[in-house]
């Protein structure tokens, strides 16, 4: 008579099934719609933002490999913005990715996907860099993407460029 007691006790608890309710799984839908809600705006100013840095960045080292260039040259070299077509390209140096192609950076194109808004550099949208890394005029380079926008400023003296 002891065992008969233990055996029903252990069919029960096997009888017992665990798993999620109905009612439990609504809820964790609407959790997780109520956080995608929120931080979706959010993450898509975040990569708004950081193209837009990237851009900048890159125009930044271009704009220093082209007077470091023109001063390893002992010569004059450009880079010209086109703002137009969102691109900007250094005449006289070879793209490194695209054989015998110039050197030219469409900033629309991944993984940037920015624009370039303008490029004022002295009265037009090129500076060149004299022998001696000097600029033929300082001034700025507008790029953005969505509703962000960073400035790239070239230093009219030293020819150095920054982002503020």
């Known amino acids: 008579m002891w065992i008969a007691p233990v055996v029903k006790r252990q069919r029960a608890e096997n ?3 665990t798993g999620f309710t ?3 799984l609504v809820v964790v839908i609407l959790i ?4 995608t809600t ?3 705006p959010e993450f898509a100013s975040s990569l708004h933002r950081m193209r837009a840095e990237a851009a900048a960045k ?10 470091q260039t023109a001063i390893a040259q002992s010569g004059p070299l450009s880079v010209s913005f086109t703002p137009a077509s969102d691109e ?4 006289g140096l070879l793209d490194i990715n695209q054989s015998g192609q110039s ?7 991944s993984p940037y996907n920015a624009s370039l808004v303008s490029a004022a550099l002295g009265g037009d949208t090129e500076v060149q860099f004299d ?5 033929d005029s300082g001034g700025t380079i507008t790029v953005a993407s969505g509703g962000y926008q960073t400035t790239v400023t070239i230093h009219p003296n030293t020819g150095k460029a920054s982002i503020p």
């Not at 997780?32 to 956080?35: C, F, P």
């Not at 890159?58 to 007077?67: F, N, P, S, T, W």
């Not at 900007?88 to 005449?91: E, F, G, V």
């Open 15 to 17: 009888d017992h099934r």
């Open 22 to 24: 109905l009612v439990e």
């Open 32 to 35: 997780i719609g109520v956080l």
């Open 38 to 40: 929120v931080a979706g």
């Open 58 to 67: 890159r125009i930044k080292v271009d704009l220093g490999y082209a007077r």
């Open 88 to 91: 900007y390209s250094i005449p």
């Open 103 to 109: 050197y030219t950076v469409v900033l629309t194109a």
């Open 131 to 135: 022998r001696y890394g000097q600029p």
